[in-house]
């Protein structure tokens, strides 16, 4: 199993959601990580690529919205630091908890703030993210 979890980590990599979709059909766990991307899960990477329809097919597949690496950070982190939007707005209604913090207390809205992602930080405040 732990070689569909790397195969599925590369294809949200990739953004290759018909990959994602096989793999998942297949077996694959949707929670898996890769063995290169550390704790990461295929959701985190997907997010932090901005590949919304690999976000959208994992979360289908019913992958944890809210699961952290070791530092704390999640896949809503990963999308607002990089400036994805659309994954920002589908992780939120998918239920990702909006004010969750990671190590040093970094929130997805103070990642996105900091990186000057504006459309990511209008989506964070607009699901009322607290600003302090």
Known sequence: MRARG???VDACHAGRVDAV????????DADEGGDIWHDSTALMVASARGHVACVRALLDAR????????AGTTA?????????ADCVHTLLCAG????RAKEGGWTALALGSRAGRVGCV???LRARAAVN
């Open 6 to 8: 790397r195969d599925l």
């Open 21 to 28: 979709l096989s793999l998942i059909a297949h077996g694959a």
């Open 63 to 70: 992958a944890a919205v809210d699961r952290a690496t070791t």
């Open 76 to 84: 809503l982190m990963y999308a607002s630091r990089g400036g994805h």
């Open 96 to 99: 990702a908890a909006v004010d």
């Open 122 to 124: 209008r989506a964070l």
